[in-house]
């Protein structure tokens, strides 16, 4: 069945730092790719996501592109901030079907 | 995109009593979902809830423990019924448009057992 696995956290930079969100997955068909993000005592919001191969997503600096040959969709950006302390989830989803996350990755941004 | 409120909020509750969760979306919707999320943890889907039928629940939750309604296409309730401290959790509606591929989440509600 399909899966995602992310890098574990948490992973602690200080501000204006990059960073890197490892995601990779496992699926049989061709799934839509997803980044949400939680926001301290928050519910999960859509950060970007990608339909196809090739695609880039991108919203608030954040950017992930969809390799299929490497199965990966990690997050990058280039200079993050303090209020971008938060749980990256990185997650999956056949047309029509129900969304599968990865464990979630804890960001802490230091000033 | 999906506006999605829930109520309430957060709870504090006792041992053994039931709780019921409502989840008001601003449009129709074809599919909504109800997940857990334990403290430091990912999303545990709970179950799909059917518009006019029983909801359909991911292994390891029963409908006696959680029954979920729908009695339309833009609402949706769960009780999470003879409540233990193990049940403290988030729990979060979510929701999916026909022929769309992304779900949208409500801002959840934080329920504390004691």
């Known amino acids: 069945g399909n899966s995602v696995t992310q890098m574990e956290g948490p992973v602690t930079l200080s501000e204006e730092a990059f960073l890197t969100i490892n995601c990779t997955y496992t699926?049989?068909?061709?799934?839509?790719l997803f980044w949400y993000v939680q926001y301290p005592g928050e519910g999960l919001q859509l950060l970007l996501k990608?339909?196809?191969?090739?695609d880039k997503g991108s919203n608030k600096g954040f950017e992930a592109t969809y390799r299929k040959e490497t199965t990966s969709f990690h997050l990058e950006k280039g200079s993050v901030q303090v209020s971008d302390s938060a749980v990256y989830f990185c997650?999956?989803?056949?047309?029509?079907?129900?969304?599968?996350f990865g464990k979630g990755t804890r960001l802490h941004i230091l000033p | 995109s999906a506006v999605i409120s829930q109520k309430p909020s957060r709870d504090i509750c006792q041992r053994g009593t039931s709780l019921t969760i409502q989840c008001q979306v601003d449009?129709?919707?074809?599919?909504m979902f109800w997940y857990r999320q334990q403290p430091g943890q990912s999303l545990t889907l709970i179950a799909t809830?059917?518009?006019?039928?029983?909801?359909?629940?991911e292994s390891g939750f029963v409908i006696d423990k959680f029954p979920i309604s729908r009695p339309n296409l833009t609402f949706s309730t769960l009780t999470v019924s003879n409540m233990s401290p193990e049940d403290s959790s988030i729990y979060l509606c979510?929701?999916?448009?026909?022929?769309?591929?992304?779900?949208?989440f409500g801002p959840g509600t934080r329920l504390t057992v004691l």
């Open positions: 449009s129709q919707v074809t599919m």
């Open positions: 699926a049989t068909g061709y799934p839509s």
């Open positions: 809830a059917n518009q006019g039928s029983e909801a359909t629940y």
């Open positions: 997650a999956l989803s056949d047309p029509g079907d129900k969304i599968i």
């Open positions: 979510s929701v999916m448009g026909q022929g769309v591929d992304t779900q949208y």
């Open positions: 990608a339909t196809k191969a090739d």
